[in-house]
């Protein structure tokens, strides 16, 4: 398993939009740094909803990538929903909480998943994105930095499952913002899940 695209941003106005945002990411054959904040350089416009140590890195696999190019109908470039990383051989369906990627440098573990937002709609050009999105299940996953290191396309990755019960993507996108059962809540707050879900899950 290897990393096939590091990609990064610069703060770029948003089409239609008064805002700016680092959504639009492109591969980089360099060795880029990544810290507990994310990768170096990498531009996080909102930091209220991007960005920060619980999502420092966002992932999606080349399966992912792969299904999205047959979806369209036209080559989806790494970065084009403002992912940092494309990893060979992963498919986001199959990721959970806990998870971790490593390279012989960096360590990620996998905290929560991607939620479709208006700037994501506005840089595909298309107002109903966000329900094709959800619809896909396909969401990719944000990652913690647990080591800190310098990460470059074509760099080993070593995978390992959450050793718990599985907190999948698609199942953290179909509960979003929706109540859970106890015995659900329960198993989301025994994986390692990003701080804001475990605030709200506490209550």
């Known amino acids: 398993m290897r990393i096939l695209a590091v990609c990064t941003g610069v703060a770029r106005p948003v089409p239609g939009k008064s805002y700016k945002t680092g959504i639009f990411k492109t591969p980089t054959d360099a060795a880029v740094v990544v810290d507990r904040e994310g990768l170096l350089g990498d531009a996080i416009c909102n930091h209220k909803h991007h960005g920060g140590p619980e999502q420092a890195v966002y992932g999606l696999g080349s399966i992912d990538l792969d299904w999205w190019t047959k979806d369209f109908g036209r080559t989806i470039e790494p970065g ?15 990721v959970s909480v806990g998870d971790r990627f490593e390279t012989e440098s960096v360590l990620l573990e996998v905290t929560s998943t991607r939620i479709p937002c208006n700037t994501l709609t506005a840089r595909m050009g298309d107002p109903a994105f966000a329900r094709r999105f959800l619809q896909a299940g ?12 310098v990460i470059q396309a074509g760099d ?13 993507m698609p199942e953290l996108l179909r509960t979003y913002g929706r109540n859970i059962s106890e015995e659900d809540r329960i198993r989301y707050l025994a994986a390692p ?9 506490t209550g």
């Open 193 to 201: 899940i990003n701080d804001k879900l475990r605030a709200a899950l």
């Open 156 to 168: 080993t990755v070593t995978y390992a499952p959450f050793d718990g019960e599985p907190v999948t």
């Open 80 to 94: 084009t929903f403002g992912e940092n990383l494309i990893i060979e051989g992963i498919d986001s369906r199959g």
């Open 138 to 149: 396909r969401p990719g996953f944000y990652c913690r930095v647990l080591r800190d290191g």
